[in-house]
């Protein structure tokens, strides 16, 4: 299992909520298990964002929110946008 650290990068409203743009975890789990404990770490303001927000795991979607996160990769964290 590679269980090189994960990079959690933050845009937008995420980035404001979290106080920050990115920030390393450890690795060895899934995207479920990360929100939770950045919810957690962070607080209700970016839980809020982290439920109704979309992932990018190394720029691709994340659909299964339960499979285990590959050592190394990048998370983007992406809350609703307005506009077009």
């Known amino acids: 299992m590679d269980l090189r650290p994960l990079t959690v990068r933050y845009f937008a409203g995420a980035r ?3 106080g920050r743009s990115e920030e390393a975890v ?3 789990r899934s995207l479920d298990d990360l929100t939770a404990e950045l919810a957690q770490r962070h607080g209700d303001r970016l839980a809020a964002v982290l439920r109704v927000a979309s992932f990018l795991v190394d720029g691709v979607t994340c659909h299964d ?3 285990p ?3 190394g990769a990048t998370i983007d964290v992406l809350p609703p946008f307005a506009g077009g």
């Open 16 to 18: 404001a909520a979290a």
């Open 26 to 28: 450890a690795a060895g």
């Open 65 to 67: 929110r339960q499979a």
């Open 69 to 71: 996160l590959p050592g």
